[in-house]
Antibody
Framework: QVQLQESGPGLVKPSGTLSLTCAVSGGSIRSRNWWSWVRQPPGKGLEWIAEIYHSGSTHYNPSLRSRVTISVDKSKNEFSLKLNSVTAADTAVYYC?????????????WGRGTLVTVSS | EIVLTQSPGTLSLSPGERATLSCRASQTVGSNYLAWYQQRPGQAPRLLIYGTSSRATGIPDRFSGSGSGTDFTLTITRLEPEDFAVYYCQQYGSSPPYTFGQGTKLEIK
């Protein structure tokens, strides 16, 4: 079955750039799905960051739009997130997730998540 | 932005009891666009309910969803030990397309 796996540095310095990749296995990123990033600060709730379709179409959370870039690499069957100018407030578990859309819209598959700490 | 407010913040119940979790939206949410997730400690969220009332694959029938407009409910009948977790509602709308409630923690009494 399809699985998602996040990867990237667990520690990023303040003012630096957070870079994460989500590998899609057991299926194709060209499937009829959007692909998202969601984050969760320690002990807090979920915040949607951005999503991308395999065509390259994107949507961003307006609250993060100025600092976020999402991209897709179809040849590697993965998609990526870059968040620049990070601060301690960006410390969170970052999840990649698959969006099932059409009649309904929801996150039907999640990666296990990766903790990114922003600290010097 | 549609804000989702979940209540109560924490719900203390015993195994075998019935749980009723509320999710209230600041604006009307289409019934096709309201979902519920369960998150156990240290795990990723898991889809329970989509389209207000449709159970996701493999979800036991003790979980049910209902509601419309701005008021939605997740009901868990006959609580099992593995049901004690945090529950989030989520809506799909516009700008941003996805928002989550702040969560309800279901704890063992």
């Amino acid at each position: 079955q399809v699985q998602l796996q996040e990867s990237g540095p667990g520690l990023v310095k303040p003012s630096g750039t957070l870079s994460l990749t989500c590998a899609v296995s057991g299926g194709s990123i060209r499937s009829r799905n959007w692909w998202s990033w969601v984050r969760q600060p320690p002990g807090k709730g979920l915040e949607w960051i951005a999503e991308i379709y395999h065509s390259g179409s994107t949507h961003y959370n307006p609250s993060l739009r100025s600092r976020v870039t999402i991209s897709v690499d179809k040849s590697k069957n993965e998609f990526s997130l870059k968040l620049n100018s990070v601060t301690a407030a960006d410390t969170a578990v970052y999840y990649c997730a698959r969006v099932d859309y059409g009649v309904y819209w929801y996150f039907d598959l999640w990666g296990r998540g990766t903790l990114v700490t922003v600290s010097s | 932005e549609i804000v989702l407010t979940q209540s109560p913040g924490t719900l203390s119940l015993s195994p075998g009891e019935r749980a009723t979790l509320s999710c209230r939206a600041s604006q009307t949410v289409g019934s096709n666009y309201l979902a519920w997730y369960q998150q156990r400690p240290g795990q990723a969220p898991r889809l329970l309910i989509y389209g207000t009332s449709s159970r996701a694959t493999g979800i036991p029938d003790r979980f049910s969803g209902s509601g419309s407009g701005t008021d939605f409910t997740l009901t868990i009948t006959r609580l099992e030990p593995e049901d004690f977790a945090v529950y989030y509602c989520q809506q799909y709308g516009s700008s941003p397309p996805y928002t989550f409630g702040q969560g309800t923690k279901l704890e063992i009494k």
